[in-house]
Each structure stands twice: as structure tokens, then as C-alpha cells.
């Protein structure tokens, strides 16, 4: 069974940052996407980005580009969110998941992906 422990989330002013981590118990990841996915009270779960690990290919929705940055670290099977010019609509409990299944895929939708990390609360006030 692969764990997925996130940190990092707390309380932020309107234009401040946050560094989400996500510590992933999978020993071989080079196959593995890790995404971070947002659910915000009253709404559904939504994706906001996701990396490769194999290759560092990126996705992003589009509120967020230009402002977060997901990274890895192969050292520490880690991966991160960085978090910048944080709004209020960004105020959200952030998910981390991880795919390990092989083929094709489509990054953003949530049945994608195996394993979900417990959840850790952003929130951003104005």
C-alpha cells in the first residue's frame, strides 16, 4: 500500500505563499504522476496540476499558471507545490495523488489516479 503524506498548508494573506509537500512511500517512481488536486466547501474535488515523474512534464489549470510551480525531488520521492500571489479563491483542503498504472492517461480527472494523501488546509484571506 503507497502513503502519501502531505504538509505544509496553513493560513496566508492575499498575495503571501505556501510550500505544499507530499512524501510518497513508493520506492520506484520513475512510472508514477502525482497530482494535486483542491476541494473548496460546497464544491467538487478539482485538479490544479500534476507532474510526471519520468520526464518533469507539467500540467496546470489555467487559474493557477504563472503563480504555482510542482516540482520533484528524486532524493527525497517528494514532490512539492509552490504556491505564489496566493487569492482568496485558493482557500481549499489540497490533495495529493499518485498513478501508478502504465498507458495513457488523462492527467485532470480524479478516477486516474490510485492513491490519495489525507488532505492538508490552505487558506488564504483577503
Known amino acids: 500500500q503507497v502513503q502519501l503524506v502531505e504538509s505544509g498548508g496553513g493560513l496566508v494573506q492575499a498575495g503571501g505563499s505556501l510550500r505544499l509537500s507530499c512524501a510518497i512511500s513508493?520506492?520506484?517512481?520513475?512510472?508514477?504522476?502525482v497530482g494535486w488536486f483542491r476541494q473548496a466547501p460546497g464544491k467538487d474535488r478539482e485538479f490544479v496540476t500534476a507532474?510526471?515523474?519520468?520526464?518533469?512534464?507539467?500540467f496546470y489549470i489555467e487559474p493557477v499558471k504563472g503563480r504555482f510551480d510542482i516540482s520533484r525531488d528524486n532524493a527525497k520521492n517528494t514532490v512539492y507545490l509552490q504556491m505564489n500571489s496566493l487569492k482568496p479563491e485558493d482557500t481549499a483542503v489540497y490533495y495529493c495523488?499518485?498513478?501508478?498504472?502504465?498507458?495513457?492517461?488523462?492527467?485532470?480527472?480524479?478516477?486516474?489516479?490510485?492513491?490519495w494523501g489525507q488532505g492538508t488546509q490552505v487558506t488564504v484571506s483577503s
Open positions: 495523488a499518485s498513478r501508478h498504472r502504465s498507458g495513457r492517461y488523462t492527467v485532470n480527472r480524479r478516477d486516474e489516479y490510485d492513491y
Open positions: 513508493e520506492r520506484t517512481l520513475s512510472s508514477v504522476v
Open positions: 507532474i510526471s515523474w519520468s520526464d518533469g512534464n507539467t
